[in-house]
């Protein structure tokens, strides 16, 4: 379809949650796993970076350059790709550092990325610097958008889709975290393509609803026009649910805390504070309210990020918090 290359550890397992599903006496339970795509502690951003860097070697780049914040996942998974690929990586990164690094922040350094750090509203002013150094210095960059969410990016959830129908599975429900809205784009485009015929529910992890909808609608059709596909997507039927932003991104709160603990207590399912904690939060408290329906099946897409776990500033709520 266009130009992927193949180093995440695909398809991901699809498994049942039936201990999760009977103490929540909800809809069954099924997960993909997509914190296993196998590049240096995997994530949704490695199905994207399979699309992103056959681009970048194409146009034969030797340095990618992306900006997140400093637990990004997303440029941690970067980082790696540009290691494996023998390529310079620059990261531009914002928010307050912990020293020694810890988390995703620790991985940027062992892979050898270089960083930049600069405050939130400058991330753009930074990456032109950036990006004009390295072309002066001889480079060739290859310029990565936040999130990794452009058409190509969003090429890995297409895959992803067309992947998922050869599973054996059909839900009614896919439910994961949105934020960039690369994965939500691609998943229904591949949706469409596919004629998967169940809802795709985003759960915004940081963004109100218009503006998630508004970004996921343009980049989904972006993306269909990409792959040669005259379609167009109207905002109402992109699903969004916003009621989970809590006290904003990155700040875990308890219903991040009982979540992660709930799947890592029933499942031995590992999430993380920031985007899959949120979003099983929301399904949790969507299930509880009784928004699923008893039979049917809901597909919790683990979009990985766990290494932020190990940021010290979450360890010691999740450390004292009361079992489920
Ligand atoms: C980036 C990220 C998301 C959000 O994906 P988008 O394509 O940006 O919407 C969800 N979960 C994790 C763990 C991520 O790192």
Redesign the pocket.
Known sequence: MKPRLSFAHLPTPVEALPRLSDHLQGPSLFVKRD?QTGLAFG???TR?LEYLLASAIAQKADTLITAGAVQ???CRQTAAAAAKFGMDCVLVLFGEPQIPPDGNHLLHYLLGAETVSTSRENVQQKLEEVYQSAVSGGKKPYLIPY???NPT??MG?VNAMLELAEQDIHPDWIV???????????MLVGARLTGCAGNVL?IS?DKPADTLTNTVTDLADETAAFISKDWSFSTSEILVNADYTGEGYAIMGEAEIEAIQLFAQYEALIL?P???GR?AAGMIDLINKGFFKRDETVLFWH???TPTLFASRYQERLLFKQSP
């Open positions: 914190d994530g949704n951003k994207k990004s996942n997303h999130g990794g969410s990016g969003a959830y994961f975290p949105s934020s960039s809205g690369g994965t939500q784009a691609g985003g992890v993380d920031v985007y899959t979003a979009t990985g990020g």
